[in-house]
């Protein structure tokens, strides 16, 4: 049902396909013949939940836009959601809406709705491409440390740093300070560049 009235709203858009089980819909979304612009990923599905869909997705790559939906209470669902990947999560029953936050997040806009991430889809990979690896850039440092050194690389402040990880500016130079000691660096930038270094390693 779903698929037919986003055909009748969008009748511009192509639906290349869709899938009962979170492992067909990972693989069909890593495999380039068969990789969409965006997906929609329900929470409920009959092998896993939406958000390890959305984990396995994004940790793998930025290029496809995610899109949480459910037919369940958002507020059950958004962080999960959020955390692992997805752009946003929407009340799948609300398909006229959807479909207004499909176009505009291809689009590179925002989608202007209540439970939206902080995150660009390029920030949320390169957190979570981080955390599945399993080998780890520096051993000895926290994830927490590892967090605020991506940010770092992506060029982001302390200040802002600390909005998006819901920190203090204060607590961020704390982990910047202690980055720096544990890998051996003589300030940020030079923590960045290795930073950046090991991860082409």
């Known amino acids: ?13 192509e639906i290349h396909w869709t899938a009962a089980k979170g492992k067909t819909a990972i693989d069909k979304c890593l495999n380039k013949k068969t990789q969409p612009d965006v997906l929609l990923v329900d929470m409920s599905m009959e092998d896993m939940t939406g958000y390890e869909v959305c984990r396995a997705i994004r940790s793998k790559t930025p290029q496809i836009v995610l899109i949480g939906i459910t037919a369940f209470s ?27 936050a499909l176009c505009l997040l291809a689009n590179g806009q925002s989608p ?20 599945n690896s399993p080998k780890r850039r520096y051993k000895n440092l926290t994830r927490r ?10 060029g982001y402040t302390s200040k802002e740093i600390g909005v998006k990880l819901g920190i203090g500016e204060p607590t961020v130079k704390t982990y910047i300070k202690r980055v720096v000691e544990k890998i051996g660096a003589k300030n940020r930038t030079q923590a960045v560049i290795k930073w950046l270094e090991k991860k082409d390693e």
């Open 1 to 13: 049902m779903m698929k037919q009235m986003i055909k009748q709203l969008l009748p511009f858009a």
């Open 74 to 100: 958002l507020e059950r669902y958004y962080v999960q959601a959020l955390e692992n990947g997805a752009a946003c999560l929407m009340d799948k029953a609300q398909v006229r809406d959807v479909c207004q």
């Open 112 to 131: 202007r709705v209540k439970y939206e991430s902080l995150e660009t889809a390029q920030e949320a990979y390169a957190r979570l491409s981080i955390e």
């Open 145 to 154: 440390e590892e967090e605020v050194m991506n940010l770092c690389a992506l």
